[in-house]
């Protein structure tokens, strides 16, 4: 069964530093998001990307952060310069087109460490 | 804005028992989904059940059922014959439906459900 995949599983960076998670989406999706979930607490939106640009974002989605699809079958997140308060699980979503509805698949998470 | 509100934080079962974890939203739309998901410790979230809120049909997916009450905007998940790998985080999440190219998922805090032998 094709699933959504995450590389790095654990990423630890110095404050400061840019870091990038990289995700492979299910291959006939045409939808992705970016969540994250800090410890402890509920799973956030943070973007939502469609035909190659940015459909949504949310207010946890400042400057620092960006979104790519470099060549077909990656998306990445951009952190530029990470805050502690960047410490969290990053899950990766696809779903396949609307219009009735889309069940978003996850991939397993990227724990990131800001030190 | 959308709301969605799960009040157990934690609770536990007798493995082959039912659990029933409640959660309530809240929206002015009258459009939209419904989901529950699990997180086991391996931490990858996966879909249980979900529910389309024009349908009054209650969902049902094996031992996974809902409890749909529109009026009261309540969605609750029975879990009936509880077995061990049923141990996991359980996220009740909405999703509007307005045929926009966002669709996102607002979830609530979780409810951590350990079955115990």
């Known amino acids: 069964e094709p699933e959504v995949t995450q590389t790095p599983s654990h990423q630890v960076t110095q404050m400061g530093q840019e870091v990038i998670l990289r995700c492979v989406p299910i291959?006939?999706?045409?939808?992705f998001y970016w969540y994250r979930q800090i410890l402890g607490q509920k799973v956030e939106f943070l973007v939502s990307?469609?035909?190659?640009?940015?459909?949504?974002k949310s207010e946890i989605f400042d400057d620092q952060f960006s979104v790519e699809r470099p060549d077909g079958s990656n998306f990445t997140l951009k952190i530029r310069s990470t805050k502690l308060e960047d410490s969290a699980m990053y899950f990766c979503?696809?779903?396949?087109?609307?219009?009735?509805?889309?069940?978003?698949?996850f991939g397993p998470g990227t724990r990131l460490t800001v030190l | 804005a959308q709301t969605v509100t799960q009040s157990q934080p934690e609770m536990s079962v007798q493995e082959a028992e039912t659990v029933t974890l409640s959660c309530t939203y809240d929206?002015?739309?009258?459009?939209?989904?419904l989901f529950w998901y699990k997180q086991p410790p391996s931490r990858q979230m996966i879909l249980v059940i979900r529910?389309?809120?024009?349908?009054?049909q209650n969902a049902t997916e094996n031992r996974f059922s809902v409890n749909f009450q529109k009026a009261a905007k309540s969605f609750s998940l029975k879990i009936s014959d509880s077995q061990l790998g049923d141990t996991a985080m359980y996220f009740c999440?909405?999703?509007?439906?307005?045929?926009?190219?966002?669709?996102?998922?607002?979830f609530g805090t979780g409810t951590l459900l350990a079955v115990q032998p």
């Open positions: 979503a696809s779903s396949e087109a609307l219009p009735s509805y889309n069940e978003q698949f």
């Open positions: 291959s006939n999706h045409l939808y």
């Open positions: 990307f469609y035909n190659n640009e940015i459909s949504e």
């Open positions: 929206t002015s739309e009258s459009n939209y989904y």
């Open positions: 529910q389309e809120a024009y349908k009054q």
């Open positions: 999440a909405f999703m509007t439906n307005y045929g926009g190219a966002t669709n996102k998922l607002i």
